[in-house]
C-alpha cells in the first residue's frame, strides 16, 4: 500500500490570513466609530474576527508543534503569528471600550486614530505578503518603513490629543478618564503594528 506524502503547510498562507483578521478588526471598528448605532454588536462582529485569528494561531502552532522541517526558523514563525494576533487581540479590545465605558459620542480625534490604524494594518498586511519572499522580496524594507511612518504619525496624533484632552474644561473629569483608557488602547494597536513590521523585517534578515 501506498501511502501519499503528507502536503506541505504554508506557513506563510495562515500568517497572512492573520494579517488580514487585523485589517477587517480595524475597518469594522472604524465603520462602527462613523457610523456610531449598536455598538454592542458591532462589538461583538469585532470579537467575531478576533475568534477568528484565535483560530489560525492554534492552528499554526499545531502545524508548528508536528512539522520536521520549516522553510524558516519555527520560533521566528510563532512570533510572528503571536504578535499578529496582539495586534487583532488589541483591537478588540478598543471596541469593547466604547461598549463598557458607555461612550455616547465619537470624538473627532478618536475617528482620525482609527483611520491610521486602518492604514497601518492594511500596510502591514501587504508587509506580511512581501515576508513570503523574504529572500528576494524588493518591497519589505519599505513596507515596513511605511508602518513605522504610519505609528509616528498616530504617535504625534497621540500625544496631541492627550493635551487636548487634559486642557478640555468643557469634560467632566469621569468622561477624562475613559477617553484617556480609550486612546491609550488604540495607541498600542499602532504599537503593535510597528511591533510586528520590525519582527518580519529582522526574522527576514536572519532567516536569509
Known amino acids: 500500500m501506498k501511502f501519499g506524502k503528507k502536503k506541505e503547510t504554508n506557513y506563510f498562507a495562515t500568517l497572512n490570513a492573520m494579517a488580514d483578521c487585523s485589517v ?26 478576533e475568534h477568528e485569528g484565535d483560530k489560525l494561531l492554534h492552528g499554526l502552532i499545531r502545524e508548528l508543534n508536528s512539522a520536521f522541517i520549516t522553510p524558516i526558523d519555527r520560533e ?8 499578529i494576533d496582539s495586534i487583532t487581540d488589541a483591537i478588540e479590545d478598543v471596541a ?21 490604524m486602518v492604514a497601518a494594518c492594511k500596510a502591514l498586511a501587504e508587509a506580511v505578503k512581501e515576508f513570503e519572499m523574504f529572500r528576494n522580496s524588493k518591497k519589505l524594507t519599505s513596507v515596513v518603513i511605511e508602518v513605522n511612518r504610519l505609528e509616528e504619525k498616530g504617535d504625534t496624533l497621540y500625544r496631541n490629543t492627550m493635551k487636548s484632552l487634559f486642557n478640555n474644561t468643557g469634560m467632566t473629569v469621569l468622561d477624562v478618564v475613559k477617553w484617556k483608557e480609550i486612546y491609550d488602547y ?5 504599537d503593535a503594528c510597528e511591533d510586528v513590521a520590525d519582527l518580519l523585517e529582522s526574522a527576514a534578515l536572519k532567516n536569509r
Do not use: C
Request: proline residues 0%.
Open 186 to 190: 488604540m495607541e498600542r494597536v499602532l
Open 76 to 83: 521566528d514563525l510563532l512570533h510572528v503569528g503571536n504578535m
Open 96 to 116: 469593547n471600550m466604547f461598549d463598557m465605558l458607555s461612550i455616547h459620542k465619537v470624538e473627532k480625534e478618536a475617528l482620525a486614530m482609527s483611520e491610521v
Open 24 to 49: 477587517r478588526a480595524a475597518v469594522q471598528l472604524d465603520e462602527m466609530l462613523h457610523n456610531y448605532t449598536n455598538v454592542a454588536g458591532k462589538a461583538d462582529a469585532v470579537h467575531a474576527v
